[in-house]
């Protein structure tokens, strides 16, 4: 029987700098019969995310060979009982148009009628958990206090700012990389302002933007913003940072430490680093939390959807650039 | 009737650098007849405490005026029903040999038989409550676990030691600024173990002392310590941040920032900074915790006390010098 031919992605290069299209390559590739236990998964959705960009370190996602990625698709042919055909399932084996998974490696979704399938890759996914597990498990963001956003605009800033807005923040402000994306973050994702942080010292923005000062701030960038929301946070504020910070040090170009640093202590501030994987636990909260309010439109999730499969180094590299606003996510079939 | 005369120390210059005795001055001052509500207490014991170098600073305390700080005496003549004659009192009217308080700026002191009394300034006072707010409510040190302690030799120090022990704290390492107050620590008050900061770099000190990790920093340094700590704390570490690390900040010259502070994201760290005032309410939990173990001998206070008023300065600048073990006092009378 003939089997059918999936294009995939390969890392062959490792960047020396900013990553660019010569770094990947497509390949066509036969699908193997299937062994038992296995499932043929058509893949519908894609994320790339920033975590992607340390995985072409060396050390990270091997050169000439399947790479990983957060992807929902549809089983087409089954030999796994607990996947079968017509199924909707979340797996890690992106980058490609045809995946074949064992049902320990992926989970059927949920049935949430009225909710989009792609939230189950921004709102519902890994950056509306973090979003989700910064305000509610780190920070304990209270109703009325003022939240700080930077990278408001991306994945999980645009979650933040909604979910916040649901948990009775009393002030939301981000910090993004352009006008429009600040115009963008008050106009349309219930942010109370918003500021391109090229204008000048962050400290003075933010001061224009909370003039009473933060109870929250939610690190995305570390740098020049720790700084500024270190001054401007009040006496018992907290800052949860995002595992996505950390990346920078492991590229080997940390940010620098905060100047004020010793804030801490003077403010009784606290800083409180996580990884979104130690947090899983919290998705039936976030779900139970968040899928009415998807379902009466009362938050549509914030998405920059790329379309089709032959695009997926450019979403991943434009994200990179900072050129999505909300989840970056690559539709690869209907 | 005659008045008695009360000897005082006033600040009378502000230093530059190290204070010296020349920046004091002892004065003799008669007490004033007492108003209504009055009561004067010949003190017994006076405090000596990092937190008064900054006071000497221009916004601190006046020049040529009376000073503060806590202090213990008895009741001598009273004019306040509150505070009858013959009984124990705490207040902040400090650096004289005589006070007049009111009922609302003094506190009588729980009869507590079987307590030394200066036990009150130590580690039932403002050093034992840091220890015990920073262990239990700060960090949450937990059975077993391994906690690191910066400046262990001085009143937080060896309080968080004792009590980091009768915690169930699993091994306890301390740092401290000579090999003489390494030995004590360990020989005396509970250690595991125990280094002179000055013998090589703090992180080979550290691995070799705590060489599975640390599950718990208290710093009271910043600096050095801070940035080596991150580098030996495990998964989920949480740093307590103590008030005294933020005078080097007002002073302008506060320790550089740790260049791993990043490392938060990565292990999933907290630091958290706090001031005793804010947690004035935890003081029933320490009395309740230790007192028995007080009773018991199983706790003996960790003083240096300096006999005689006249000496007074001497022991605040002895205190900076770091010529203390655990808490600083002053012996004014019997």
């Known amino acids: 029987m003939s089997r059918p031919t999936a294009r ?3 890392l062959v290069a490792r960047p020396d700098g900013a990553p660019t299209a010569a770094d990947f ?6 699908v193997p ?4 236990g296995e499932a043929l998964v058509e893949n519908l959705y894609q994320s790339v995310d920033p975590y ?3 995985e072409m370190e060396e050390g990270g996602w091997a050169l000439h060979a399947p790479l990983e990625g957060r992807t929902l698709g549809r089983v087409v042919e089954s030999r796994a009982d607990a996947l079968p055909v017509g199924a909707l399932v979340q797996h890690r084996q992106a980058w490609r148009t045809l995946s074949v998974v064992t049902a320990e490696r992926a989970s059927l979704l949920p049935d949430l009628a009225g909710v989009p399938l792609s939230a189950h890759l921004s709102v519902l996914g890994g950056t509306g958990l973090s979003a989700w597990v910064a305000l509610t498990r780190i920070a ?3 109703p009325g206090e003022t939240l700080f956003v930077s990278a408001a605009a991306g994945g999980v800033g645009t979650a933040a700012g909604q979910l916040a807005r649901l948990l009775g923040a009393g002030r939301i402000v981000g910090s993004t990389g352009s006008a429009a994306k600040a115009a963008r973050l008050t106009e349309r994702l ?5 500021f391109d942080y090229h204008d000048g010292p962050i400290a003075d923005r933010l001061r224009e933007a909370a003039p009473e000062g933060l109870h929250v701030y939610l690190d995305n960038v570390g740098g020049d913003h720790l700084e500024a929301a270190i001054g401007a946070l009040r006496e018992r504020g907290r800052i949860a940072w995002c595992g996505a910070v950390a ?3 492991r590229l080997g170009n940390p940010p620098a430490a905060p100047r004020n640093l010793f804030d801490v202590v003077g403010k009784s501030l606290r800083l409180e680093g996580f990884l979104v994987r130690d947090h899983l636990d919290a998705r039936p909260e976030l779900y139970d939390f968040l899928v009415p309010h998807l379902r ?3 938050v549509v999730p914030d998405e920059t959807v790329v379309d089709g499969f032959d695009r997926v180094v450019d979403a991943f590299l434009g994200m990179l650039r900072g050129e999505n606003t909300g989840k970056m996510l690559v539709r690869i079939a209907d």
């Not at 390559?25 to 036969?30: G, I, K, S, W």
């Open 8 to 10: 995939a992605v390969h």
């Open 25 to 30: 390559a497509f390949v066509d590739e036969t």
């Open 33 to 36: 019969a299937l062994a038992a």
């Open 52 to 54: 992607m960009r340390e």
């Open 140 to 142: 304990r963001l209270q």
């Open 190 to 194: 219930g942010f109370d302002a918003a």
């Open 247 to 249: 990346q920078y040090n």
């Open 296 to 298: 009466s439109g009362a």
